[in-house]
């Protein structure tokens, strides 16, 4: 077996890749096993990735081949490739492809395939089967009505994902441009890299387009890519965003970005209920129950009806890792409407990628967030992790607990995180600082500490898009906000975060985060992320399981004791 020690990469044969950070070529491999493989730990010196059957079907949609797989790998390693894992690249990819969903003249859709023993195997499989009307020949399947979607997330569980070339409905057409200058008088264009995330979602019209998701980081213009795609449609418009200052946002992107009225735009939310040829509305509208629903189901959701509202020929997304299950459901049911994804991160914690893969589509474009970062696109950002002890009391109460979820709050909410609170923002004067957290009671005692405003989940729209203004006018230098703000929030101004809480382990939430201060700085000046972790505890864990996300993106984590930051504020 041959030895290359200046390459970085191990291939084991369990499918883990083994990436030395300190080599030369890190950042090289790094976004290249991007295109094909997950990062599932990263320590200070080696990574590890995970080649999964979702990794290569993202990856043989985004047109990369087996070779090309194989060939990074065999540059990169530094033994021998294990044979398995070539075989296994070869096969996984295979799979993406050899199902087709063609839609025929009369517009019924079939399945068809030239292995004609897998689809006997789809005939006879028990997920797959309630979807299928009849045998046509040896190669084709007829599909039941509106089972499109259904069979598709079926065909995943089974592990050959079908390639979705049945096209979709035009939809009601509704003529846009986009406009430069805008309507405040700003020169505007797509940048190259939204251009091309508008034409790898396109495809030019072909079969192969119109569904999938585009991955860019918080403040690199997902919304413009969205507005670039509804132009080139031409076509009318649903667009699902996470609250209500995300549906406000987007309309005033639209209005300034292209030639739409606001007669033509219409907000579906609690505070209004207007459907018009570009509808914007919240997963939590769409969702909402009331108290009490019959007993057939039927009216379950009774917003869902605006899926069908009117002609629309596009539905988008926005934040799509949020896609609460209902939503899965009704999506499952529009699969013909192009459906456009957009999200900072495909993680999602409750493990259904593969739900996002079928029912929306798969990933089109991704570009790694350093590659912007250099280009002066989004800001460069400098994060660090500031440890702390709890006292001495408090790891006793630690110790005590049996409860992990209670043990995670008592570490999250350590009361010297206050105190280095209080040390960052005195080295942030005349910043514009972001403090973050997830318990409501450690962040109302940061507001009376600190005299800042704080938004909750129980803040007002109006409230919340008012103190967003104070905020951005540099009236307010610092604001307190709990995770209603970790998604969809426009803050250009920002510069500084301090994460005093999170979710657990989430991964995505850390990339938003860490999003709210990346848009580009008027003065060129670097962003700052700060997250507090409560040494030795279940907080330092999940914080090293958030991080994951963007370690894979390229930013490394200082670790910095608390004791030290408040020595050199003290100097």
Not at 505 to 531: I, M
Not at 540 to 561: P, S, V
Request: hydrophobic share 40%.
């Amino acid at each position: 077996m041959p030895y290359i020690p200046e390459n970085p990469l191990i291939v084991q044969s369990d499918r883990s890749i083994l990436l030395e950070v300190q080599n030369p070529l890190y950042e090289a491999v790094r976004d290249d096993l991007a295109g094909f493989a997950e990062l599932v730990k990263s320590p200070e010196f080696i990574h590890t990735y995970q080649i999964t059957p979702l990794s290569l079907w993202n990856a043989a949609a985004a047109g990369h081949s087996a070779d090309a797989i194989i060939a990074t790998l065999q540059q990169y390693a530094k033994f021998d490739i294990p044979e398995n894992i070539v075989v296994d690249i070869r096969e996984y990819i295979g799979r993406y492809g050899r199902l087709r969903l063609l839609c025929r003249d009369d517009g019924s859709l079939v399945l068809e395939s030239q292995d004609t023993h897998l689809l006997v195997q789809v005939w006879k499989n028990k997920q797959c089967r309630p979807f299928l009307e009849t045998q046509i020949d040896e190669h084709t399947l007829l599909i039941k009505p509106a089972a499109r979607g259904y069979l598709k997330q079926a065909l995943v569980h089974l592990g050959f994902p079908a390639e979705d070339l049945a096209g979709y409905v035009r939809g009601g057409a509704l003529p846009v441009q986009v406009c430069s200058p805008t309507a405040g008088g700003h020169s505007f264009a797509l940048r190259d890299y939204q251009r091309e995330a508008v034409h790898r979602f396109y495809d030019g019209g072909s079969s192969r387009g119109g569904s999938g998701v585009i991955v860019l980081p918080c403040g690199a213009g997902k919304t413009v890519v969205g507005i670039g795609v509804i132009a080139e449609l031409a076509a009318r418009t649903l667009i699902i965003c996470p609250n209500t200052v995300a549906v406000r946002q987007w309309i005033a992107e639209l209005l300034d970005k292209t030639s739409l009225t606001a007669e033509q735009l219409g907000e579906y939310t609690g505070e209004k209920k207007e459907i018009r040829p570009i509808t914007l509305t919240t997963y939590q509208m769409l969702t909402y129950r009331p108290a009490c629903v019959g007993d057939n189901g039927e009216g379950e959701f009774p917003h869902f009806h605006l899926f069908d509202a009117e002609d629309w020929g596009l539905i988008i997304y926005d934040e799509v890792h949020l896609l609460p299950a209902p939503i899965f459901r009704i999506t499952a049911e529009v699969q013909a409407r192009r459906r456009l994804g957009l999200t900072a991160t495909l993680v999602r914690e409750d493990g259904r990628e593969t739900d996002v893969f079928s029912l929306i589509g798969p990933k089109k474009y991704d570009v790694p967030w350093r590659d912007l970062e250099r280009s002066g696109w989004i800001a460069e950002a400098i994060c660090t992790e500031i440890r702390l002890d709890l006292s001495e009391e408090q790891r006793m109460d630690y110790a005590l607990e049996n409860d992990s979820r209670v043990q995670y709050r008592i570490a999250a909410e350590n009361p010297d995180k206050l105190h280095v609170v209080d040390t960052l923002l005195q080295r942030h004067r005349g910043d514009h600082v972001l403090i973050i957290g997830q318990y409501i009671d450690q962040l109302k005692h940061l507001a009376r500490r600190t005299n800042a405003p704080l938004i909750t989940g129980k803040t007002k729209n109006s409230e919340r898009e008012r103190l967003y203004a104070a905020f951005k006018r540099g009236e307010a230098p610092v604001l307190i906000v709990s995770k209603v703000a970790n998604f969809a929030i426009d803050l250009p101004d920002a510069n500084v975060a301090i994460q005093v809480s999170g979710t657990f382990g989430s991964r995505q939430e850390e990339a938003q985060r860490l999003g709210r201060v990346l848009r580009p700085k008027s003065d060129g000046q670097p962003a700052f992320f700060y997250t507090l972790v409560t040494r030795d505890s279940r907080d330092q864990d999940f914080a090293a399981n958030r991080q994951l996300f963007l370690t894979e993106q390229g930013y490394r984590y200082t670790i910095l004791d608390a004791r030290d930051l408040h020595a050199e504020a003290a100097s």
